[in-house]
Nanobody, 120 residues
Framework: QVQLAESGGGSVQAGGSLRLSCATS????????MAWYRRAPGKQRELVAR???????DYLGSVQGRFTNSRDNTGKTLYLQMNYLKPEDTAVYYC??????????????WGQGTQVTVYS
């Protein structure tokens, strides 16, 4: 099991910035994916950004160029730098870590979420 704790959410005016952090504890496998998801009111949860253990990074199209996904040198803390925020970025943001076994099966771990509100 991996425990995840997000922080850094808040309210910001459109055009502003926030930096989310996801602190992990527990064992992260050498084969893993660390990701940020979000769920806006009345919408389905969507993948915002993810980073693999090979450092491949993918972004949701609407945040490409505005958000930066990274992690610290220990691989235990995940960050999401969010710039030029828009009202449509308003959502609860969740951190997720997938641990992959050699068989390809994976174990999913979720954080409790942090609220991001962008007002115009």
């Amino acid at each position: 099991q991996v425990q995840l704790a997000e922080s850094g959410g808040g309210s910001v005016q459109a055009g502003g910035s926030l930096r989310l952090s996801c602190a992990t504890s527990g064992h992260i496998f050498s084969s893993n994916v660390m990701a940020w998801y979000r769920r806006a009111p009345g919408k389905q949860r969507e993948l915002v950004a993810r980073i693999t253990n090979t450092d491949r990074i993918d972004y949701l199209g609407s945040v490409q160029g505005r958000f930066t996904n990274s992690r610290d040198n220990t691989g235990k803390t995940l960050y999401l730098q969010m710039n030029y925020l828009k009202p449509e970025d308003t959502a609860v943001y969740y951190c997720k870590v997938n641990n992959y076994f050699d068989t390809g099966a994976h174990y999913d771990n979720w954080g409790q979420g942090t609220q991001v509100t962008v007002y115009s």
